[in-house]
């Protein structure tokens, strides 16, 4: 979306696609003083806005499937996790979702979906940076963490040519990830 306030280009993914209805949802967070996300706050359903496409990107064939999606970065890899559960190859597909509290989650109930259409396949995993809460993780994303959410529980390494991955954050959030990742 580009913003009409003379912005420049900000980078929203979808979170649902109807291609016959040429419609498409968009998730975002709406900042105070935001540029981009108060334009977007202030289109009423109908209106049109300017969109631009970032080339095509091919699925890799593998395996083993971990995403990890920071904060309203859940918007664009839910829809990939279970685009990825609808492939056959792809045996295991872990979402580790990281954000301050468990109170910024949402659509719990389409991730409980994916979890009980595929028990063997999908797993979930929460990591909160600000509070403490049973069943999650604690703290922030770190090699240790990848390790023990991912690889340990695949019974797997990160050298292994099937094993996938997708960070969905902030640049610098990603580019952490992946550090982590290649250590």
């Known amino acids: 979306a ?3 306030t003379g912005g420049g280009p900000k980078s ?14 968009l998730t975002y967070k709406l900042y105070p003083g935001g540029v981009c996300s108060g334009y977007l706050d202030s289109i009423q359903i109908g209106e049109t806005m300017e969109c631009f496409g970032r080339g095509s ?3 890799v064939a593998g395996s083993h499937v971990g995403i990890i999606a920071y904060g309203v970065g859940i918007t664009e ?20 979702w990281a954000s301050k509290r468990y109170a910024d989650k949402f659509w719990l109930n389409s991730i409980e979906e994916l979890e009980a259409t595929y028990p063997d396949r999908f797993t979930f995993k929460t990591i909160l940076s600000r509070e403490e809460r049973e069943g999650s993780l604690r703290g922030r994303i770190n090699k240790d963490t990848l390790q023990s959410v991912f690889l340990d529980e695949w019974g797997t390494d990160n050298d292994k040519e099937d094993v996938r991955w997708l960070s969905v954050g902030t640049k610098p959030m990603m580019a952490d990830c992946y550090s982590h990742l290649r250590e």
């Open 2 to 4: 580009r913003a009409a």
């Open 57 to 59: 990107k091919e699925r």
């Open 12 to 25: 929203y993914s979808m979170s649902a696609a109807r291609p016959a209805d040429r419609e498409f949802d």
């Open 77 to 96: 890899a839910f829809p990939v996790t279970a685009a990825e559960l609808s492939k056959p190859d792809a045996k295991a597909v872990t979402l580790l």
